[in-house]
């Protein structure tokens, strides 16, 4: 707890608590409890209130959110005095909102100990819901050593843990064992490595404690193997006090050890269970309508409606009709400016379909959307595409995973998010890219793809280190694309939708494998195809051939350094030019000491030629936001920019740079024309002096807000989309001073979340 403890927001403290110094004073009255739990701030019920299904909460794993405690122990230094006789003190675990009678969210392990005996004793009991007691199959109860708890005038320590133990051949958590146990120092004060084992008790299914539990769709003496948001210290008395002075509630590892791990992190990668909310795509037809159209659809439904099928109990957005927040406008395709299909979309706040931006000919009704069974969306979505099949790395032929990739990242998920911007009204923000990746090596089946097949893929792809593995409480969105040509088909269904989704609480192994051959990492983690071929003993990363590692000896230890520091502000802070005085030539090779005042390194490509196959882009730049950029007031005098070539483009027309204004005015042209010939067939992403450069020293203009800085190429001849020129861009996690733009078919199109790599010298 902090020094504040009152305030914490993650305890519950009653009325009946007061505090001072360093004890919190409990005066009882009638029953009085505190709890403890992760998520306990702002808690009002369980998944499913009292109507919480045992059998999907079992399977699910928790009963409020994923990330709540389930395998704890649970503490407390106590003194009591006056308490009511057979009243008692309990600790119980795991437990949800104790409402009205026969609420089955009421489920809880409890540690009950009997303070007012003589020699107080402990026992455990089973809430199998509220209100319904049971004592363990086999009398648990054991006396404690020494005199009666209450009234012996000093504190002593009382703890509870519990945790899950998984069954030989049984599927965790829902055939777990849940073990019990009872710990107590009767001096703490004096003796802090006093804690002992008092008592202990493993719950197992058919153990016959409880005989109810079908109440509430369970076993009648259900294990309870889940999570829940509060942890409870309670008393039944009404009078007398109990004084806590320390109270800890940890997360324990209970099969782990103390022992130090050898070196190199010896045992290996261990399980962890993660929920995935996935959605397949099948791959017929193959055609850019059906894939955009469908992903799009499977997205919204997805983050709207995790749970579809009511798995874990959770089910969120649909209709009285059972159709999910897409379905009423399956088949009612438009297309945005760049070419991007969509389908549209229910928005209850509009009683039609929509798409927004665009309008959509409303040809169908729909019952209202709700909330059916109380669950969770996602809100923050976060989309991962995984490609299946070495075809999908490897095509040439539409579609292509490169211009599939990029429809939905740079359209969908950038240039057309306000596609999603109806959701809000679900509780669902806009998702966000992820990133991309290829599972080439994981085996195809013949005929049609099942989704238990699919599910393999995705667990093979997480565990051969393709995908970082997800958060507890993950908020992704995991697309699998099949193989083209393939159709699928949903667990326990001979039908062969377009898409569908759900999701699923396998165990992932945590490993990093190296990369498939002619594959590499990107900077995110995930594997994609190389672009170059590197020599033995070097591999590829950010587009270049670096050294492989080769292990060397132990880091030399830290040295000590002496001596008298100190700190002072950067001499920039005093110059009128960061390299003013510097002489010689430096600064991006244009002399006269030019100081860096913008720069951005690529990790995407950005195709440039003015043909449909790259949405007829002809210019990249970047345009100044606001007066906090370091090229604010500032005169460019030279200009570095990664270029590339794709085939064989022609030497004319060549590559211009310029300065325009906010309304593209032209402001400056540099002299420099790049003959696309010359260019590279890759481009050294850290290295600027290696790119191509702009002259721009005859420049005299001042940024201001909104002028723009880029590169321009207008080629569009027949073979222009498979001959063409490439530039780069580097992703950011929020907008910055500076946004990149591009001229598309005329329009000009903003991408906050993205830097045009290029390095400004003043």
């Not at 403290?13 to 505090?19: C, D, G, H």
């Not at 455990?124 to 319904?132: A, G, L, Y």
């Not at 997805?302 to 009285?320: K, S, Y």
Request: charged share 20%; net charge negative; hydrophobic share 30%.
């Amino acid at each position: 707890m902090s020094d504040n403890p009152k305030n914490d927001s993650n305890v519950d403290w009653p009325s009946e608590v007061s505090f001072s110094g360093n004890i919190a004073t409990m005066h009882p009255n009638g029953p009085t409890d505190f709890g403890i739990g992760r998520n306990i701030a702002g808690f009002s019920d369980s998944i499913g209130g009292c109507k919480m299904d045992f059998a999907a909460t079992a399977k699910r794993g928790y009963a409020y959110k994923a990330n709540d405690v389930r395998d704890l122990e649970f503490k407390c230094l106590a003194k009591f005095s006056g308490l009511e006789s057979e009243a008692g003190f309990s600790i119980s675990a795991c437990t949800g909102h104790h409402s009205s009678s026969g609420c089955c969210q009421g489920f809880a392990y409890m540690c009950t100990t009997e303070v007012t005996h003589s020699p107080s004793d402990t026992r455990f009991r089973k809430e199998i819901w509220h209100v319904n007691y049971n004592e363990t199959p086999k009398n648990s109860t054991v006396n404690l050593p020494g005199p009666k708890i209450d009234g012996n005038g000093k504190f002593v320590g009382l703890g509870f843990c519990r945790y899950n133990s998984p069954t030989t051949g049984g599927t965790s958590p829902q055939d777990d064992d849940v073990v019990l146990e009872m710990w107590y120092n009767p001096s703490p004060e004096t003796e802090p490595d006093g804690w002992f084992m008092a008592n202990k008790y493993v719950d197992k299914k058919g153990g016959k404690w409880a005989s109810a539990g079908d109440k509430c769709n369970g076993d009648k003496d259900q294990v309870g193997v889940w999570s829940n948001a509060q942890n409870r210290m309670k008393t039944n008395s009404t009078k007398g006090s109990i004084q806590f002075k320390s109270v800890t509630f940890r997360e324990i590892d209970p099969f782990g050890t103390f022992e130090e791990p050898p070196p190199g992190g010896g045992g290996g990668p261990q399980p962890v269970q993660r929920s995935i909310y996935y959605a397949m795509v099948s791959g017929t037809p193959s055609t850019y309508l059906h894939l955009t159209s469908v992903t799009g659809h499977e997205i919204i439904e997805t983050i709207t409606d995790p749970d579809p099928l009511n798995t874990f109990g959770g089910q969120a957005w649909g209709n009285a009709q059972g159709k999910e927040v897409a379905d009423p406008c399956e088949q009612k395709f438009v297309a945005y400016a760049d070419g991007l299909d969509v389908e549209a979309y229910w928005s209850n706040s509009d009683a039609r379909c929509v798409a927004p931006g665009l309008t959509v000919t409303n040809t169908v009704t729909s019952t209202p959307m709700t909330n059916r069974k109380g669950g969770e969306v996602l809100a923050n979505g976060k989309v991962y595409l995984i490609y299946w099949g070495l075809d999908w790395s490897t095509r040439v032929s539409t579609p292509t995973a490169a211009a599939l990739t990029d429809k939905i990242q740079n359209d969908m998920l950038g240039t057309d998010a306000t596609y999603f911007s109806k959701l809000s009204q679900y509780g669902c923000s806009t998702p966000t890219w992820g990133g991309a990746v290829f599972n080439t090596t994981f085996p195809i089946p013949s005929g049609n793809i099942s989704e238990t097949k699919g599910r393999e893929c995705i667990v093979d792809t997480f565990n051969k280190g393709l995908l970082p593995i997800p958060t507890v409480t993950n908020d992704d969105v995991y697309v699998l694309y099949v193989p083209v040509g393939k159709d699928i088909t949903p667990l326990g269904a001979t039908s062969t939708p377009g898409g569908f989704h759900d999701t699923w609480n396998p165990f992932l192994t945590p490993t990093t494998v190296p990369c498939p051959t002619g594959f590499h990492r990107d900077t995110s983690g995930a594997c994609i195809p190389d672009t170059i071929t590197c020599p033995a003993g070097q591999h590829e990363e950010n587009g270049v051939c670096v050294d492989n590692d080769v292990p060397g000896g132990d880091p030399l230890p830290p040295q000590k350094v002496k001596g008298i520091f100190v700190l002072k502000r950067d001499i920039n802070t005093y110059r009128t030019d960061a390299c003013e005085g510097t002489g010689g030539s430096g600064g991006g090779g244009g002399g006269g000491g030019r100081g860096v005042i913008y720069d951005a390194f690529p990790d995407h490509d950005i195709q440039l030629s003015d043909t449909s196959a790259w949405s007829f882009r002809t210019r990249v730049l970047e345009q100044l936001n606001k007066t906090g950029s370091a090229y604010y007031n500032k005169i460019l005098k030279q200009l570095s920019v990664p270029l590339k070539k794709v085939g064989s483009p022609a030497a004319s027309p060549t590559i211009t740079a310029v300065i325009w204004d906010k309304n593209n005015n032209v402001i400056y042209t540099s002299p420099t024309a790049i003959d696309p010939t010359t260019l590279p067939t890759s481009f050294n992403p850290s290295d600027p002096t290696a790119w191509v450069q702009f002259d721009f020293s005859a420049n005299t203009h001042i940024f201001v807000l909104g002028d723009r800085v880029g590169v321009r190429y207008f080629a569009d001849s027949s073979t222009s989309d498979v001959n063409y020129v490439v530039a780069g861009y580097e992703v950011v996690t929020n907008e910055l001073n500076a946004t990149m733009w591009r001229n598309e078919n005329g329009v000009m199109k903003e991408d906050k979340l993205r830097d045009w790599a290029a390095v400004f010298y003043d």
